[in-house]
C-alpha cells in the first residue's frame, strides 16, 4: 500500500515545479517530495562490466553485460547519504519502470541502472569519480523489477 501512495505521490504532486527548470523543459517531471524533483532525462540501455581477480593476480575474468537505464535530472535538496539516496532511486526507478518497458520492448533485462544527474552540485567522489564527471551523479543499479539498489564498488 505504501509504494501505490508513494507512486501516485510522486507521479501527481507537484511535478510542475520541475517544468521551472530549464534543463526540464518539454519532459517528464516529478517531484518525490522530500524537496527533490527533477525530470526524466533519457531511457534507454547501457552495459555494466564486471571483473574479477584472484588475490594473487594469477587470473582475471571480465564480462559485459547489457543492462537498462533510467536516467533523471534532479534539483532541489540534495541529499548525500546512501539511505537517502537509496530510497530516491528505488523510487524513481519503480516511477520510470513502465515507461522503460514501454521504450524499449522485446527485450527483458535482469538489471537497470538508475542514475540521478544533479547538473547544479559539484562532485565530491561519492559514486563517481571527479575526474568523470564535474556534476554530481548518484548511480546504482536494482534488479530488472526495481526490488533492491545496490550500488557499485
Keep these: 500500500m505504501r509504494v501505490i501512495l508513494a507512486f501516485i505521490f510522486v ?5 510542475a515545479v520541475a517544468q521551472q527548470e530549464r ?6 517531471a516529478f517531484n518525490l517530495g522530500d524537496g527533490a524533483y527533477g525530470c526524466l532525462d533519457e531511457v534507454g540501455t547501457s552495459s555494466i562490466t564486471t571483473t574479477q ?38 523510487t524513481i526507478c519503480q516511477t520510470f519502470l513502465p515507461t522503460f518497458n514501454a521504450q524499449v520492448t522485446g527485450r ?3 538489471r537497470i541502472t538508475v542514475a540521478m544527474v544533479w547538473p547544479r552540485v559539484a562532485n565530491k567522489g561519492d559514486f563517481v569519480p571527479v ?11 536494482s534488479n530488472g523489477k526495481c526490488r533492491g539498489i545496490r550500488f557499485f564498488g
Excluded at 575526474?131 to 543499479?141: G, H, I, N, P, R
Design 11 to 15: 507521479v501527481f504532486a507537484l511535478p
Design 23 to 28: 534543463e526540464c523543459r518539454g519532459k517528464q
Design 53 to 90: 581477480t584472484r588475490d594473487d593476480a594469477a587470473s582475471e575474468q571480465i564480462r559485459s553485460n547489457q543492462v537498462g537505464l533510467i536516467r533523471v535530472l534532479m534539483f532541489g535538496t540534495h541529499g548525500s547519504s546512501r539511505q537517502v539516496v537509496g530510497s530516491r532511486l528505488r
Design 108 to 110: 527483458k533485462f535482469s
Design 131 to 141: 575526474t568523470t564527471s564535474q556534476v554530481d551523479v548518484q548511480v546504482a543499479f
